[in-house]
């Protein structure tokens, strides 16, 4: 059982931006995708959350496609993107209740954890604010919290640091680290190398729609076949000979 992506090739047009990509996420795993500007991480979780369909391979969670049973697929699955996106119309209260009817939860369970997720992330006393009020800051915790309400198998989290201060950045690597411990398998791209490497044990290193190399630490060392344990000096070996030729 896990989430599967396999010989994938896809993006926005005929001309595919992914090339043959394949990875796995296991369950109790965090597994980071790193990659430059314009590598194609966007592109692949798009694709895993449904938002674009692959042109060749497949995309599986616990052996099921978004094809063979969309309701299973989408179960399964919680996704914080990189920009929130919330409705102008609805205030907070009414986002939580939205998130509760589309994943079909029970009302009273959830709202129990709604609440104790709203008190992490300071937003308890402003239940009936509209996002207009809100920072970007305050709208990313928003979408953490919708996000957190179910209990997923699988997380995809593009970037979720961009405008978090410090204490909501400490206390979303604490709800990650809660939601591996329970068994759920996280799938999360982002550019700080330094958290990557503290939190991941997976790492897949996408460059020009390709994976340019994929493992846990020590085998992304021997591939980049330097010495140093630093995620950055890895990273950097790697990639640095590809910046001139794109």
Same mark, same amino acid.
């Given at each position: 059982?896990?989430?599967?992506v396999?010989?994938?090739?896809?993006g926005y /047009?005929q +001309? $595919?931006?992914? =090339?043959n990509i394949?990875? %796995?996420?296991?369950?109790?795993q965090?597994?980071?995708?790193i990659?430059l500007?314009?590598a194609?991480?966007s592109?692949?979780?798009n694709?895993i959350i449904?938002?674009l369909? $692959?042109q060749?391979?497949t *995309?599986?969670?616990?052996q #099921?496609s @978004? %094809?063979q049973? $969309? %309701?299973?697929?989408k179960?399964s699955?919680?996704?914080?993107?990189?920009? $929130? #996106?919330?409705y102008?119309?609805?205030t @907070?209260?009414?986002?939580?209740d939205l998130? +509760?009817m589309a994943?079909?939860?029970?009302?009273? !369970?959830?709202?129990k954890?709604a609440?104790?997720?709203l008190?992490?992330?300071?937003?308890?006393?402003k239940?009936?604010?509209?996002?207009?009020?809100? /920072? =970007?800051?305050?709208r990313? =915790?928003?979408m953490i #919290?919708c996000?957190?309400?179910?209990? /997923?198998?699988y997380?995809?989290i593009?970037e979720?640091?961009?405008g978090?201060d410090p204490?909501?950045?400490?206390d979303l690597?604490?709800? +990650?680290?809660?939601e =591996?411990?329970?068994g759920a398998? *996280? @799938?999360?791209s982002?550019?700080?190398?330094s958290?990557?490497?503290?939190?991941?044990?997976?790492?897949i290193?996408?460059?020009?729609?390709? +994976?340019k190399?994929?493992?846990?630490?020590?085998?992304?060392?021997q !591939?980049?076949?330097?010495t /140093?344990? %630093? @995620?950055d000096d890895?990273?950097?070996?790697l990639?640095?000979e590809d910046r001139y030729d794109e």
């Amino acid at each position: 059982m896990s989430l599967e992506v396999k010989n994938l090739v896809g993006g926005y /047009s005929q +001309i $595919p931006v992914l =090339k043959n990509i394949s990875f %796995q996420v296991e369950p109790g795993q965090i597994v980071g995708l790193i990659g430059l500007n314009g590598a194609g991480k966007s592109t692949t979780i798009n694709h895993i959350i449904g938002l674009l369909r $692959p042109q060749q391979g497949t *995309i599986m969670i616990d052996q #099921v496609s @978004l %094809q063979q049973n $969309p %309701q299973a697929y989408k179960q399964s699955l919680a996704y914080i993107p990189e920009m $929130p #996106v919330l409705y102008t119309e609805l205030t @907070l209260r009414e986002h939580l209740d939205l998130t +509760i009817m589309a994943y079909k939860l029970n009302r009273q !369970q959830a709202w129990k954890k709604a609440e104790r997720l709203l008190k992490i992330f300071r937003l308890d006393n402003k239940l009936d604010w509209f996002p207009a009020k809100f /920072s =970007k800051g305050m709208r990313q =915790k928003v979408m953490i #919290v919708c996000a957190f309400l179910n209990d /997923s198998n699988y997380y995809v989290i593009d970037e979720p640091f961009l405008g978090l201060d410090p204490l909501a950045t400490r206390d979303l690597l604490h709800l +990650i680290a809660a939601e =591996k411990k329970r068994g759920a398998g *996280i @799938l999360m791209s982002t550019h700080v190398l330094s958290t990557a490497q503290t939190e991941c044990d997976y790492f897949i290193l996408l460059h020009a729609g390709k +994976i340019k190399a994929q493992g846990n630490l020590a085998k992304l060392r021997q !591939q980049a076949g330097i010495t /140093s344990n %630093q @995620l950055d000096d890895i990273y950097f070996a790697l990639t640095e000979e590809d910046r001139y030729d794109e």
